[in-house]
Structures are given as structure tokens and as C-alpha cells.
């Protein structure tokens, strides 16, 4: 059974500070997802991982993927408030479809 | 704007009846997902739907639950006799291979 697990499970952040989610999953995957979810609101898609060592970024959010360590990390650089929200990582499995595993998600809040 | 379009927004229901939740996509689309995420938890996968037919489906997804296409363009999540545990937000998503899925912006259904 695949499981995803993030951390931290919830983080408040300075304005202009940096800081990493951790998203770690135990079975092998090449397909790792980032969504970001604001209150009451649906999920939105912000990156797609496909290969390891794969980096994608977009404004100030920084996501990578290290397959060999089932890993991928969230970077954010110098937060702004409009950043807070809640952050799923989802992984699907290799040759099994396209069905998500969700992480837990990490509710993250950034204060002026 | 939201690529599939969910109804209703919200439902309410006594318990042991039945709901049908309706997901519309903007476009044509062959490959659906149902997941639901209860208040303050992770998303979790209930159902995929290729061409008519279920392609995957969790545990959650048991006998109290089906999905069909009937009309070849609303996508429907039945629940009968539902539970208390059954509230939750549940979202409809489309995609297919690597691409990230789209969801919609998710029905809250409200068991009494």
C-alpha cells in the first residue's frame, strides 16, 4: 500500500522567510504532484514531477523530486502572505492508472 | 474557471437517503475521478472512470457507492443510504496520463 507523508503538518512563517515541505512516499513513483487548496475552495494545480532530479518553479515556490529517496520537497523563497494556503503533494504509482495518493497536506501560514 | 463544473455546491441530507452528486466537464472528456476529503483531512481517491467504465476504485468505493455516465456527458456519483460519516467535500476531477487533474470545485454534502 502506497503512503505519502508530509511535514511539517503545519507551519507559520514570517514574511521574506524561506522554508521547505518535505513529501515522502514509500513505494517507487515517478509521478508526483504539488496542489495547493485554499480554505472552503477546490485544489490547484501547481507542479508536475516526472523524472528524478526533475525542478520545477513558478514565482516563489520551488518543487524538485529525488525518486531514489522517494522524496520531494516544496521550497519557498522570501513568503508573502498571499502564499498562505494549504500544500498537498499527491504521488500515482507506476504503471497503476492515475488514481492520487494525497498526502496529508501542510497548512501553511505566513504572516506579515 | 474550473474545467468540470460540480452540483450542487452543497447538499443536505437525512441519513439512509440517497444522493446523486452530477460533475459536468467543459470539454470532452473520457477519464473522470471522484474524490472526497473530509473537513480538515487529506484528499482521498474513491473511483476512476474511463469510457464508461470504472477503471480503478479504492476500499471507500463499496457497494454504497456507483458512478455511470448517463447521458455521455454528466458524470454522476451515487451514495445510497448515507451515513453520518459520509459528509465530506467531494470533488470531481479530470486528466489523463502525466498531466496534473483538474478538479472541480467540490460538492459539501451534509448528512443529518
Known amino acids: 500500500e502506497l503512503k505519502v507523508e508530509q511535514n511539517p503538518l503545519f507551519l507559520s512563517m514570517q514574511e521574506g522567510k524561506n522554508y521547505t515541505i518535505y513529501c515522502n512516499y514509500s513505494t517507487t513513483s515517478d509521478r508526483l504532484y504539488w496542489y495547493r487548496q485554499d480554505p472552503g475552495k477546490s485544489l490547484e494545480s501547481l507542479f508536475v514531477l516526472l523524472s528524478n532530479g526533475a525542478v520545477k518553479q513558478e514565482g516563489r515556490l520551488m518543487a524538485s523530486l529525488d525518486t531514489k529517496a522517494r522524496l520531494s520537497t516544496l521550497h519557498i523563497t522570501a513568503a508573502v502572505h498571499d502564499l498562505s494556503a494549504t500544500y498537498f503533494c499527491?504521488?500515482?504509482?507506476?504503471?497503476?492508472?492515475?488514481?492520487?495518493?494525497f498526502g496529508g497536506g501542510t497548512r501553511l501560514m505566513v504572516k506579515p | 474557471e474550473p474545467e468540470v463544473t460540480q452540483t450542487p455546491s452543497h447538499q443536505v441530507t437525512q441519513m439512509g437517503q440517497e444522493v446523486i452528486l452530477r460533475c459536468v466537464p467543459i470539454?470532452?472528456?473520457?477519464?473522470f475521478y471522484w474524490y472526497r476529503q473530509i473537513l480538515g483531512q487529506k484528499v482521498e481517491f474513491l473511483v476512476s472512470?474511463?469510457?464508461?467504465?470504472?477503471?480503478?476504485k479504492s476500499e471507500i468505493f463499496d457497494d454504497q457507492f456507483s458512478v455511470e455516465r448517463p447521458d455521455g456527458s454528466n458524470f454522476t456519483l451515487k451514495i445510497r443510504s448515507t451515513k453520518l460519516e459520509d459528509s465530506a467535500m467531494y470533488f470531481c476531477?479530470?486528466?489523463?496520463?502525466?498531466?496534473?487533474?483538474?478538479f472541480g470545485d467540490g460538492t459539501r454534502l451534509s448528512i443529518l
Open positions: 476531477a479530470r486528466g489523463v496520463g502525466n498531466q496534473p487533474q483538474h
Open positions: 472512470f474511463y469510457n464508461n467504465e470504472i477503471s480503478e
Open positions: 499527491a504521488v500515482a504509482l507506476n504503471n497503476a492508472g492515475n488514481m492520487l495518493t
Open positions: 470539454s470532452n472528456h473520457l477519464y
